[in-house]
């Protein structure tokens, strides 16, 4: 895989490091006191069911979230800082491109917005493999299309972070493997992924697991040091041990 310049958050590094982070909502809490680190370099997969604030969380990280206390360093400055802006590439769940144009076309857009090069363009089509897809109007393309869409904007300039909030939902298996084999090919090449989803058998594609339940974090521990603690081979099996180990200790 093609990619720019060397990273300049090298491995070894935390990419991302919350503390004692809380955001509430009307007035009910939906992450308490959390922190967590992202090692640069590695896929990092936070899991969780729906509601439980991975959603959140991500906000957080790239800076458009109120928080109601603690501190969230990305790349070694506060969230939101605008010298991040360029350095974080974010895919929300919800489509971020624009329907009525083609890929190419969007990419393009957003390349004048970011004041990227325009070989930027070409690079991150190549990145994503749309091919011969680049020149469709994003309104006619399959959902995993436009999940490549989404990420090759979030390419351009060649961030060192990616932030994606459920890239693989409602895809179909093979769709869900193509993007994996991406974000591996991403990371060995350097740059950090926080990937969220709620599908178990994604867990296994990840470098480290930050696995959470109703605004907490109840683990962060890789694929197979999980399997260890647990005794469980399957890794949803294996997060379930740990939510019925967690209410029994309450």
């Not at 919350?18 to 896929?43: F, I, K, N, Q, Y």
């Not at 521990?221 to 967690?246: S, V, Y």
Request: glycine content about 12%; proline content about 5%.
């Amino acid at each position: 895989m093609t990619r720019g310049p060397a990273r300049d958050y090298g491995r070894g590094m935390d990419a991302v490091v919350v503390r004692h982070l809380e955001v509430s909502r009307g007035g009910t809490p939906v992450l308490g006191d959390l922190s967590l680190t992202v090692p640069a370099g590695s896929v990092t997969g936070l899991l969780g069911p729906s509601g439980c604030g991975k959603s959140t969380l991500m906000r957080s990280i790239v800076g458009v979230q109120r928080v109601a206390g603690g501190e969230v360093t990305v790349l070694g400055m506060p969230a939101g800082s605008p010298a991040l802006r360029r350095r974080v590439g974010y895919v929300t769940q919800a489509p971020s491109v624009y329907g009525d144009l083609t890929a190419r076309e969007n990419l393009r857009h957003f390349a004048r917005i970011l004041g990227v090069d325009a070989g930027e363009v070409e690079r991150a089509v190549a990145t994503v493999d749309l091919g011969s897809q680049a020149d469709r109007l994003v309104g006619n393309m399959s959902g995993g299309q436009r999940a490549r869409v989404s990420l090759a904007v979030a390419l351009l300039g060649d961030p060192p972070l990616l932030v994606l909030d459920e890239p693989t939902v409602g895809l179909d298996p093979v769709l869900r493997r193509d993007l994996w084999e991406t974000f591996r090919g991403l990371a060995e090449a350097g740059t950090t992924l926080l990937v969220s989803s709620h599908v178990m058998d994604e867990a296994a594609e990840c470098d480290l697991l930050l696995l959470m339940r109703e605004g907490a974090l109840i683990a962060a521990e890789t694929p197979d040091a999980l399997r260890r603690r647990t005794g469980a081979d399957d890794l949803g099996e294996a997060f379930l041990l740990l939510i019925e180990a967690a209410e029994a200790s309450r």
